[in-house]
């Protein structure tokens, strides 16, 4: 299965949830967030949402900005 | 001494009006010796793509400038349009548990980094409907500004200059006349360069200012939080003092009365 992460084309088997994915970004301890198809995931059902072929994800984390 | 009152933002007391940036900093340790010399309690973040292969044990952000300790002011920057700036401020509020403050900023050209007003107006629209505490950066243009604040943003936050530009405050007449108008609290956001220029918008009436690359280009950055901290409380007391009037002409000082001539 195929499917945009952070805008770049990404493999992974059929059935990955949310939760596989963000597992593969190594985010350690960080506070992040997670859209798909531009919608938000909310924490709570990213081991229950399953990753779609062609789905657009962002995982994003806070960095410095002013 | 008159007792100041304390800076409101969408119902929360502040006692500094400092506000600052977490960008451009050499490290996290820098990042925070910074802002605690600041006395800031409000700063703010960028939300950003993760990065894959990142090393899991870098230093985290949100560890440094706890959501304990400060309160988060997550960013749009780098935002063009009015659906990535809100698209953004949905992430952070994913990320920081239903936290509603952001900071709305959606650009229009990356040389002048000013606001694209009819964009950001659209987006403030949509964040307020849809629940966030809007502090949004605008233009130093009153009717402006006096827009934002009836679409129901918490706070109106001009610019002095452009961004990182560290000219100080380019438009003084416009300030006073948004701070005149203002139904929120009026935050300079932008364009400061040092000390003197945030005493100057505090001066002005300003609620408050917002800086970064103040802070983080000078030479000695923690010193000049500290040195930012004292102009925006020396400033705020002028402002609430209230300056003597200006006259082209000199006034004695001393008593022309009892010289021995």
């Known amino acids: 299965m195929q499917f945009v992460l952070n805008g770049e084309s990404t493999e992974m088997s059929a059935g990955s949830t949310i939760q596989d994915v963000v597992n593969t970004m190594e985010v350690g301890t960080k506070r992040y967030a997670v859209e798909c198809n531009e919608e938000i995931v909310p924490r709570s059902l990213h081991t229950k949402t399953a990753v779609q072929q062609g789905d657009q994800i962002e995982i994003v984390v806070a960095i410095g900005g002013g | ?261």
């Open chain 2, 1 to 261: 001494m008159i007792e100041d009152s304390k800076l409101v933002v969408a119902g929360m007391e502040f006692g500094s009006r400092l506000l600052v940036g977490t960008g451009k900093y050499k490290d996290h340790e820098e990042t925070r010796l910074a802002i605690e010399a600041s006395g800031a309690e409000i700063v703010t973040v960028a939300i950003r793509r993760t990065n894959i292969g990142q090393n899991p044990d870098e230093p985290n952000l949100l560890d440094v400038i706890s959501p304990d300790k400060y309160t988060i002011l997550p960013n749009t920057a780098g935002c063009y349009t009015a659906k990535d700036a809100v698209r953004t401020c949905r992430l952070a509020r994913e990320l920081l548990d239903g936290h509603k403050l952001v900071k709305l900023e959606v650009l229009g050209d990356d040389k002048t980094l000013f606001p694209d007003i009819p964009e950001t107006l659209i987006a403030a629209e949509e964040l307020v409907k849809d629940g966030f505490d809007v502090m949004v950066y605008t233009s130093d243009d009153p009717l402006i500004a006096r827009r934002l604040s009836e679409i129901g943003c918490v706070s109106v936050m001009p610019l002095a200059a452009p961004i990182g530009s560290g000219l100080g405050i380019r438009n003084p007449y416009n300030i006073i006349t948004i701070i005149e108008e203002a139904l929120v609290p009026i935050i300079v956001d932008a364009g400061v360069g040092t000390a003197s220029d945030a005493a100057i918008a505090m001066e002005l009436g300003c609620d408050g200012v917002l800086m970064n690359t103040a802070i983080a280009a000078a030479k000695h950055p923690i010193l000049m939080a500290s040195a930012m901290k004292k102009g925006i409380e020396a400033g705020r007391e002028a402002f609430l003092a209230g300056r003597m009037p200006r006259k082209r002409f000199a006034s004695a000082s001393s008593p022309i009365e009892g010289t021995i001539f």
